[in-house]
């Protein structure tokens, strides 16, 4: 059976480049499409969040800024790499962390790269 569909699950962990250097060069072996798939995870309200409700909006913009940049950095780091292999590619981000949806897109690929111990965070599992 050919390999024309690869996904990868991209985060901010240490693995990160490793996995998605694999995906690509498993992407230009077989000539097939990559397809990066990077989670933003929801903002976490602390505890004391709700003793101070003025702070929430502020603790969960300064967050979610922070993955959205993330996310981009992410994103352009794979795109970059995918052009100088010349592999063709597309990038899917997400809210949240829905693993029903990680499943749904690997239907539909033929390859599927996720991390060992997978951490919304991008930290060590271990």
């Known amino acids: 059976m050919p390999i024309k569909d690869i996904l990868v699950l991209c985060d901010a962990g ?31 309200i602390p505890v004391y969040g709700g003793g101070f409700p003025d702070a929430i909006p502020y603790l969960s913009s300064e967050q979610l800024e922070q993955s959205q940049n993330t996310a981009n950095a992410l994103k352009d780091k794979f795109k970059k790499k995918a052009a100088d292999l010349e592999v063709p590619c597309d990038w899917k981000s997400i809210d949240g962390v829905d693993v029903r949806y990680i499943i749904d897109s690997a239907r539909y690929t033929d390859v599927v790269i996720v991390p060992q111990g997978y951490c919304r965070y991008g930290e060590d599992n271990t």
């Open 14 to 44: 240490e693995a990160n480049d490793y996995r998605v250097e694999t995906a690509l060069l498993l992407a230009k072996v077989y000539q097939a499409h990559l397809t990066g798939l990077h989670l933003i995870p929801y903002p976490v």
